[in-house]
């Protein structure tokens, strides 16, 4: 059995891919075994996948299920105590895999780390801003704002994801935001202050740019926490401050598009979740 299990899902990037699949086999960290979840794609990902032969397995979805499936097919397939994602636009510097299983063996309570990310838009560099700086620790209320952990610079238990769950496949996009908070509200999630993975973007064909209205998937998982998770009781109203706010935004754009019903739902939306005005919380 390996120690690191890697879960690379893929749609439609046989280049990305084969580049996703090589920064792994370069690893200094040689105890992992390579999970590439085809989902679906049409182009030429199968014949550069069989160039790989038998130093990946290679799982195939007969249709585009999205990358929450993909993921979750991966981690189903995978048989090692941790895990690690990579997306196929991505890639890894040679001591990824190794600083972070060095991280594990030291802090053997801790369930999940991430590494920094060199971000590349377009094919230039790109400076994260103030509001992208990520945080260590306890990173439950900075993370309900945006997602500040990226898939790619993870490492978790397997342990961890049957605490919490797998990716929510109901969600088409945010399904990562989904995750982590359901993680962050109940274990510190670490960073190790070295870049060491490379982040593309700015590609026509990443969820964010065929997506719009993406605080809609951002509210339905903080709904989803709210009626699901184990809050205590300042996650609870931190939470719900947060989903009000979202709500605000979210709605009042649907009322200048003339949706006034869809507008009426999101403005409404944060009350479900408030006690009656007779009830006094309890502490």
């Known amino acids: 059995m390996a120690t690191v299990s890697v879960i690379i ?50 799982v195939v979805h007969t249709a585009n299920r999205g990358v929450s499936a993909a993921r979750n097919t991966g981690i189903e397939a995978s048989t090692a105590p941790l895990i690690a994602f990579l997306d196929s636009d991505d890639y890894w510097l040679p001591d990824k895999l190794s600083i972070q299983a060095a991280f594990f063996n030291k802090n053997p309570n801790a369930m999940i780390c991430q590494t920094e990310e060199t971000w590349i838009r377009n094919g ?28 790619s610079a993870v490492m978790l238990k397997r342990a961890l ?23 962050s509200c109940r274990h510190p999630v670490f960073l190790i202050r070295q870049s060491l993975v490379i982040k593309e973007g700015g590609h026509p064909d990443q969820l964010s740019a065929r997506f719009t209205g993406m605080d809609r998937f951002r509210i339905k998982a903080l709904e989803k926490l709210l009626q699901e998770s184990p ?8 939470a719900l401050t947060e989903l009000s706010r979202k709500c605000q935004i979210y709605g009042t754009g649907c009322l200048k598009r003339g949706k006034k019903a869809e507008a009426a739902y999101y403005f409404e939306l944060p009350s479900t979740f408030e006690p009656p005005q007779d009830q006094k919380p309890c502490y």
Do not use: M
């Open 124 to 151: 230039r560099h790109a400076n994260p801003g103030k509001r992208h700086l990520k945080p260590s620790g306890d990173i439950f209320e900075p993370s309900l704002v945006l997602c500040l952990i990226s898939p």
């Open 9 to 58: 899902p893929t749609f439609n990037r046989a280049v990305k891919t084969a580049r996703a699949i090589s920064s792994v086999l370069y690893q200094r960290f040689t105890d992992h075994e390579i999970i590439v979840v085809d989902d679906g794609s049409t182009d030429d990902t199968k014949r550069v996948l069989k160039q790989f032969k038998n130093r990946i397995r290679c």
């Open 161 to 183: 994801l049957d605490e919490v769950g797998v990716f929510d496949e109901g969600l088409p996009a945010c399904e990562d935001y989904d995750l982590w908070l359901r993680i």
């Open 231 to 238: 809050l205590r009781e300042s996650q609870k109203k931190t």
